[in-house]
Structures are given as structure tokens and as C-alpha cells.
Antibody, heavy 118, light 107 residues
Framework: EVQLVESGGGLVQPGGSLRLSCAAS????????MSWVRQAPGKGLEWVAN????????YYVDSMKGRFTISRDNAKNSLYLQLNSLTAEDTAVYHC???????????WGQGTLVTVSP | DIQMTQSPSSLSASVGDRVTITCRAS??????LNWYQQKPGEVPKVLIY???SLQSGVPSRFSGSGSGTDFTLTISGLQPEDFATYYC?????????FGGGTKVEIK
């Protein structure tokens, strides 16, 4: 089955860190750009970051540059997002998504909830 | 970054209505414009890609049009299962920004 499964979310204090993981299966992971998208409670979708097939190129939304780091391990069919210096505004469900060349996010994981609270 | 502006932010409609949602980009994105549907508690689902191409399995009552900066999603004959939030997203450049969403509610 073609799917993405995120893990690693949880409750973290302001200023803390978390590492999110996304396990891919059912397709050739190394052939695709991969992205992270987040959704704060009751809010819209926000693109976070993406990475090229071999991990050599990485892009971030400006507001998260320097705090978030995207990476991947093609041998493990896995995508990661390191979250540092977290604030309450980072509370959201974080989805990983497969990206096709036109920028379409054609496969989404169910997401993992990150809650930043004292 | 390219800003995507959707309108309206919400609308009320009845089953059978024709519904139109617009999306405007702050700069031209060619036809690299996608539409997603999201229901509460669910993952976004692709409806339209490349401005006007219908994703496999999506009912033909959904259609998309436009290019450059102005785009439209049309639902011809709203069905009960179409009550949801709709997002546009540009794929022209990184970051692949989303519109703010349009919530379609039952009148």
C-alpha cells in the first residue's frame, strides 16, 4: 500500500525540540521530492519545507529558517523534520507529503500533532 | 514568496447549487495551481492539479480554470459530501504557498 506515516509528535515545552519522522512505503521514495506541511488547530495549511530526491537541496519557509531542519534517509525510506526553539505558534499537526515535479502534493500522511505548552 | 488569496473565506450553499471559489496569486504561477478538499479530521485530498486537470477518482462536477494569477474552482451541483474546506496551492515556486481556505457550509 502506498502510504506515509508520521511519528514523533507530542507535548513539548517552549524552547524545546522534537524530531518528527515520516515512513514511506509502497513507492520508490528516492524518486520524489518530499515536503512537510503543517496545520495549526482550526487554521489553514502552511507549507514548511521540502527536500530534493537526494537531500542535496532543501527549502524552508522564511519564518522557520534556522529553527527547523528537514532531512531524509533514502535507505530507510524516511523523511525527518527537526524542530528547535519551539514556541506556542508552532503547535500544529505536521504532515509529510510527496511532491511531484509540478509542485502538487499528491500523497499525504495522517500527520503527527506537536503541542508546545508549559 | 508568492501570496495566494482565496475568496470568499466561507460560503453557505444548498445541495444542487453551483459554487465558485476564486484564488489569486500575487505573481504569475503559469498553470501550476492545485486545489485540495479537506474535511474535518481528514487529510487534504487532491481535486484539481495544473489548474484544470481532474485528479483520478474525483467527480466531474468539480472543475478548475485559469492561468497566470487568477484561478477558479467550480462545483456544479453541490452534493452533501462536498461540504468541506477547499484550498488552492501554487506549485510554481518554492515555498508552495497555500491560500487561506474556503469553507463551504450548508445553507
Amino acid at each position: 500500500e502506498v502510504q506515509l506515516v508520521e511519528s514523533g509528535g507530542g507535548l513539548v515545552q517552549p524552547g524545546g525540540s522534537l524530531r518528527l519522522s515520516c515512513a514511506a512505503s509502497g513507492f520508490t521514495f528516492s524518486n520524489y521530492w518530499m515536503s512537510w506541511v503543517r496545520q495549526a488547530p482550526g487554521k489553514g495549511l502552511e507549507w514548511v519545507a521540502n527536500t530534493q530526491q537526494d537531500g542535496s537541496k532543501k527549502y524552508y519557509v522564511d519564518s522557520m529558517k534556522g529553527r527547523f531542519t528537514i532531512s531524509r534517509d533514502n535507505a530507510k525510506n524516511s523523511l525527518y523534520l527537526q524542530l528547535n526553539s519551539l514556541t506556542a505558534e508552532d503547535t500544529a499537526v505536521y504532515h509529510c507529503a510527496r511532491e511531484v515535479p509540478t509542485g502538487l502534493l499528491d500523497l499525504w500522511g495522517q500527520g503527527t500533532l506537536v503541542t508546545v505548552s508549559p | 514568496d508568492i501570496q495566494m488569496t482565496q475568496s470568499p473565506s466561507s460560503l453557505s450553499a444548498s445541495v444542487g447549487d453551483r459554487v465558485t471559489i476564486t484564488c489569486r496569486a500575487s505573481q504569475a504561477v503559469s498553470s501550476y495551481l492545485n486545489w485540495y478538499q479537506q474535511k474535518p479530521g481528514e487529510v487534504p485530498k487532491v481535486l484539481i492539479y495544473d489548474a484544470s486537470s481532474l485528479q483520478s477518482g474525483v467527480p466531474s462536477r468539480f472543475s478548475g480554470s485559469g492561468s497566470g494569477t487568477d484561478f477558479t474552482l467550480t462545483i456544479s451541483g453541490l452534493q452533501p459530501e462536498d461540504f468541506a474546506t477547499y484550498y488552492c496551492q501554487q506549485g510554481y515556486t518554492t515555498p508552495g504557498t497555500f491560500g487561506g481556505g474556503t469553507k463551504v457550509e450548508i445553507k
